[in-house]
T-cell receptor
């Protein structure tokens, strides 16, 4: 049972390059999320998808786009990477946004922008 | 502004000893409070979730308490093991139209030594 799988695990980009972070979950969860984790700060929500076919902005959406490809997959795209986007990115899923069930996290993508 | 503050920032204890981590929050309207464990290089893993009516919840050697009146929570770890070395993150959920909004603390870094 893989849970939440993120790819790649590590990536180095040059300023201005683009890339897509992939996320897939096998728990039949309705809701999926993208967070970033920076030193000295709590996780911050970038975008979320409450259910298949819907996406909404979170706390720090600027510079990012997302796609909920199907119920299993939720991708995060950086169109023109900036050094400020150097971070660890986590994907998470849960049964629903209004539930008291936990979010399940992947192991992250460590992204460096030079 | 919704905030979650954790203390201490870091802690070193000897294997076999107990410890207590603190979380204070100013999140409203309160929905639930969560504790996560994050091992180095991994994603957060849920330990407990407590709603307003629950003041104690255990998960093995981990016991969380919640005082909704004073807006404080603690995580008590009994008979610590080397594998308990990790960051412990307090997360408070606020009710919002269409779903809950999570506010993450910055974590307490625990190191268990021989």
């Amino acid at each position: 049972n893989a849970g939440v799988t993120q790819t790649p695990k590590f990536q180095v980009l040059k300023t201005g390059q683009s890339m897509t972070l992939q996320c897939a979950q096998d728990m039949n969860h309705n809701s999926m999320y993208w967070y970033r984790q920076d030193p000295g700060m709590g996780l911050r929500l970038i975008y979320y998808s409450a259910s298949e076919g819907t996406t909404d902005k979170g706390e720090v959406p600027n510079g990012y786009n997302v796609s909920r490809l199907n119920k299993r997959e939720f991708s995060l795209r950086l169109e023109s990477a900036a050094p400020s986007q150097t971070s660890v990115y986590f994907c998470a899923s849960s049964t629903g946004r209004s539930s008291n069930q936990p979010q399940h996290f992947g192991d992250g993508t460590r992204l460096s922008i030079l | 502004k919704n905030q979650v503050e954790q203390s201490p920032q870091s802690l070193i204890i000897l294997e076999g000893k107990n410890c207590t981590l603190q979380c204070n929050y100013t999140v409203s309207p309160f929905s639930n409070l969560r504790w996560y464990k994050q091992d180095t290089g991994r994603g957060p893993v849920s330990l407990t979730i407590m709603t307003f009516s629950e003041n104690t919840k255990s998960n093995g050697r981990y016991t969380a308490t919640l005082d909704a009146d004073t807006k404080q929570s603690s995580l008590h770890i009994t008979a610590s093991q080397l594998s308990d070395s990790a960051s412990y993150i307090c997360v408070v959920s606020a009710e919002r139209g269409g779903g809950n909004k999570l506010t993450f603390g910055t974590g307490t870094q625990l190191k268990v030594e021989l």
